[in-house]
């Protein structure tokens, strides 16, 4: 069964100071990994997605990288905007099915 | 701006009133996506369309139903709400898997609370 981890639950980081969010995974075959962010009482909005070990995506203070295990989304200098829930997916592939995983409670105190 | 429209943004229903909720998008995506998720919890996929092809998960209650009357509408059916389906509903699209960078667009959910 494909599954899905991420830690920690929760993580409350002083403005600026650095940080990583991990994103571990058990697939059959994976087809792509998807980084999504949720705001409270709204729908997750699409960061990025990894298809390769070894790839890396960037936008602003966020970069997610891949390897055949896990992902990690890490977060540089971190601003109080950046709080929120950050869900990570995974397609096994060969056909129309996300996992999510449930997702880091990320929060930024000025 | 291209996107996925869900209404209303909350519903209150009664325990055991139907209820539908509606899902809108102006992608022309093929492919369209029901999810429930409670509070701390991943989204959950209830089922999804292939362009008219329904595809139910396993686990989703015969309570839940969906219907698609074209591209760009699709709606959730709950036929007789109990308390533990109180929750929200994420309606999302996306183009095939087969295509490269098909992730999913969700819209902004509908809060749905049951009395």
């Known amino acids: 069964e494909d599954q899905v981890t991420q830690s920690p639950e929760a993580l409350r980081l002083q403005e600026g100071e650095s940080s990583s969010l991990n994103c571990s995974y058990t697939?059959?075959?994976?087809?792509?990994l998807f980084w999504y962010r949720q705001d409270p009482g709204k729908g997750p909005e699409f960061l990025f997605t990894?298809?390769?070990a070894g790839e890396e995506k960037e936008k602003e203070r966020l970069k997610a990288t891949l390897t055949k295990k896990e992902s990690f989304l890490h977060i540089t200098a971190p601003k109080p905007e950046d709080s929120a829930t950050y869900l990570c997916?995974?397609?096994?592939?060969?056909?129309?099915?996300?996992?999510f995983g449930t997702g880091t409670k990320l929060q930024v105190i000025p | 701006d291209a996107m996925v429209i869900q209404n209303p943004r909350y519903q209150v229903t009664q325990f055991g009133k139907p209820v539908t909720l509606s899902c809108s998008q102006t992608?022309?995506?093929?492919?369209m996506y029901w999810y429930q998720q409670k509070s701390s919890q991943a989204p959950k996929l209830l089922f999804h369309?292939?362009?008219?092809?329904?595809?139910n998960e396993a686990d989703t209650p015969d309570n839940f139903q969906s219907r698609r009357p074209n591209t760009s509408f699709c709606f959730l059916d709950i036929r007789s709400p109990g308390l533990g389906d109180a929750a929200m509903y994420l309606c999302?699209?996306?183009?095939?898997?087969?295509?490269?960078?098909?992730?999913?667009?969700f819209g902004n959910g509908t809060r749905l609370t049951v009395t």
């Open positions: 999302a699209t996306s183009k095939p898997s087969g295509l490269a960078n098909s992730p999913l667009h």
């Open positions: 697939v059959s075959g994976l087809r792509g």
């Open positions: 990894l298809y390769s």
């Open positions: 997916a995974v397609n096994p592939g060969g056909y129309q099915k996300v996992t």
């Open positions: 992608l022309n995506h093929n492919v």
């Open positions: 369309y292939y362009d008219k092809d329904f595809n």
